[in-house]
């Protein structure tokens, strides 16, 4: 199964832009990008997910490299709010175990005011 | 609308003993997973309900954890004669119907279970 390299941690600002890399050199074709984070004593929320394109919304976006070996998930302005461990995970949508959810490391955030 | 919920929120349990833990996931909703979040280990899938068909058990640790999902809605997680590597965070998630794994998946607070 492809895997994903998150560094550890990364401080930001308040209101400044954070970019949490995310490396997956042996990602497949079938194998969908997501982004999950886990705020303090709370269970994992959804973020964003891409194949190819860049993809955005209104927690984030998520820039996708043109080999698709690593991606980038940008929050615009940090919040407080916004400190928690983020994870990248890729899901294979060719294979049935695709459905499970599997968790790396992350990246903990830290949002300094 | 409602999320995920889960109970009961924090468990403390002596060694050797059985215990059960709920979810109810998000109605409407036919897809349930449990995971488990302990110290060092990250979060870990333990099993994947989709329907009326057989559960993915892959994650499981051992024999003594089961779970099963009455009625296509609420699931309970069995852990019998429990050992103290057992003490973690247990979550479940739902994901609507659709099919295809793009479904985000809503995860509940978790249950904090704590093995003396």
């Known amino acids: 199964d492809a895997k994903t390299t998150q560094p550890n941690s990364m401080e930001s600002n308040e209101e400044e832009p954070v970019h949490l890399p995310c490396n997956h050199s042996?990602?497949?074709?079938?194998?969908?990008i997501h982004w999950y984070r886990q705020l303090p004593s709370q269970g994992p929320e959804y973020v964003i997910h891409?194949?190819?394109s860049n993809v955005n919304n209104r927690m984030a976006s998520l820039a996708i490299a043109e080999d698709r070996k690593s991606s980038t998930l940008i929050l615009h302005r940090a919040t407080l709010r916004d400190a928690a461990v983020y994870y990248c995970i890729l899901r294979d949508v060719a294979k049935a175990a695709g459905n499970k959810l599997t968790f790396g490391g992350g990246t903990r955030v830290l949002v300094k005011p | 609308g409602a999320g995920v919920s889960q109970s009961p929120s924090n468990k403390v349990t002596e060694k050797g003993k059985d215990v059960e833990l709920r979810c109810d996931p998000i109605?409407?909703?036919?897809?349930l997973y449990w995971y488990r979040q302990s110290l060092g280990q990250g979060l870990e899938f333990l099993i994947y309900f989709q329907g009326n068909s057989a559960p993915d058990k892959s994650g499981l640790p051992s024999d003594r954890f089961s779970a099963e999902r009455t009625g296509g809605s609420v699931s309970t997680l069995t852990i019998q004669r429990t050992q103290q590597e057992d003490s973690a965070v247990y979550l479940c998630?739902?994901?609507?119907?659709?099919?295809?794994?793009?479904?985000?998946?809503?995860f509940g607070p978790g249950t904090r279970l704590l093995v003396l």
């Open positions: 042996t990602i497949s074709g079938t194998d969908y």
């Open positions: 998630a739902s994901s609507p119907p659709g099919g295809g794994i793009k479904e985000t998946q809503y």
């Open positions: 109605s409407g909703h036919t897809a």
């Open positions: 891409g194949l190819t």
